[in-house]
């Protein structure tokens, strides 16, 4: 799986449902190479712990092979990598196959699959629509978060590669389905 971007964003407060709100869903593309820290991803904005963060959230990475599907359902949006607040976006990425406790290496970096992303109403600030957030919870396109093992640098063109499966893990996938029918 190879990393098509990586992408950083900073705190934005933007009136969403006539609200004032602090938000880091905003990423872009940087051209450096980004350091995945022990609990984040250095230089990047994350507002709330509570739910982003953290040793079993420190990176969100996003599959580029989703795009496609939600550019048909929002096609008056400007795309770029990093919509869907990912950090790092790679070129495929399947929840059905990684399970959580497959572990790869990633740049100079190692890291963990642990979680499903179930999104929050800050997706639907990102959208300019609060029905993605439904939306993406009924699909199985929920990107994959990571601990950090051992910290490092990645950038673009850096490849997500497998160096230990779980054997006993369920896929991140599976994982999805069972908080979605809770």
Not at 3 to 28: A, D
Not at 150 to 161: A, K, R, S, T
């Amino acid at each position: 799986m190879k990393v098509l971007s990586v992408n950083l964003g900073e705190r934005k407060k933007v009136t969403w449902k006539g609200k004032e709100v602090e938000t880091g869903i905003f990423k872009f593309p940087v051209e450096k190479s980004i350091f995945l820290n022990t609990e984040t991803v250095d230089n990047d904005a994350v507002v709330d712990r509570r739910y982003h963060g953290g040793e079993r959230k420190a990176v969100y990475m996003y599959g580029h092979n989703h795009y496609e599907f939600w550019q048909k359902h929002y096609p008056n949006l400007e795309w770029s990598n990093g919509m869907f607040g990912e950090n790092i976006t790679v070129e495929h990425l399947d929840e059905h196959e990684i399970k959580s406790g497959d572990i790869y290496k990633i740049g100079e970096a190692i890291v963990e699959a642990t979680i499903p992303r179930e999104p929050c109403f800050k997706l639907g600030i990102r959208f300019n629509d609060a029905k993605v957030v439904k939306q993406f919870f009924l699909e199985d396109k929920s990107g994959v978060y990571f601990k950090i093992i051992q910290p490092g640098n990645v950038q673009e063109g850096d490849v997500l590669e497998l160096i230990e499966k779980a054997e006993n893990g369920k896929t991140i996938n599976e994982i999805y389905v069972e908080k979605r029918n809770r």
